[in-house]
């Protein structure tokens, strides 16, 4: 399937690293050069508002999707090119899932990772084959991934499971490996004797 419409996962808040800003600028410029459409939580704010930005500065074109509740101008990114509101923050998740042909996942908090593992677990689960990945800025991730890898040595998770995401350490190594992705076989989670 062709990847035209990019879901990126980010911080909202203006206190993360400068540099992560500036990667995340980066990749939405890089984002529109490769005709790239954005699909996002719709924030002005943080990284989430740098990729928003970096896009219409190459060009591109954003969709952003956020609650009636985040929908207020000191959040949402007003010069969306499409905007959608939804009532909840399940019904917002959905459609940026079904938007989006791939997702990549920039440093943030708690709600940037709750996205992330609800779009894993449906990978998971066979509920979709899209490529995910992390952009690792700066090792951003790094402590994440050893939690996975104790995680795999505790026989929590499949080791091959790991192969539902890539990790990668700059836009443009991001963007390649959206683009050459092939869906990985792993273990299926309810598979008969599975185990996990």
């Known amino acids: 399937m062709p990847i035209k419409r990019v879901c990126v996962f980010a911080a909202s ?3 993360a690293r400068a540099v992560f800003g500036d990667v995340a600028g980066k990749l939405g410029r890089l984002m529109a050069d490769r005709d790239l459409e954005l699909v996002y939580g719709a924030g002005k704010v943080g990284l ?3 990729v928003a930005e970096g896009i219409h500065e190459g060009g591109g074109r954003v969709v952003g999707v956020i609650p009636k509740k985040l929908n207020v101008s000191a959040l949402t990114y007003g010069a969306c090119d499409e905007l ?4 909840t923050m399940s019904e917002r998740k959905a459609i940026m899932t079904e938007r989006a042909d791939a997702f990549v996942v920039l440093p ?8 992330f593992f609800e779009v894993l677990v449906l ?3 066979g509920y979709h084959e899209k490529p995910i990945v992390f952009l690792n800025t700066e090792g951003a991730f790094d402590g994440l991934m050893a939690c996975f890898a104790d995680m795999v040595e505790a026989e929590l998770v499949k080791e091959d499971q790991c192969d539902l995401f890539a990790v990668a350490t700059t836009p443009e190594a991001a963007l390649n490996a959206l683009m050459q992705y092939k869906p990985a076989a792993v273990t299926g989670k309810w598979t008969e004797n599975s185990g996990v």
């Open 48 to 50: 989430m508002g740098a």
């Open 108 to 115: 943030g908090g708690f709600g940037t990772l709750e996205e």
């Open 13 to 15: 808040s203006d206190a």
């Open 84 to 87: 959608i509101v939804t009532e």
């Open 123 to 125: 990978k998971q689960l």
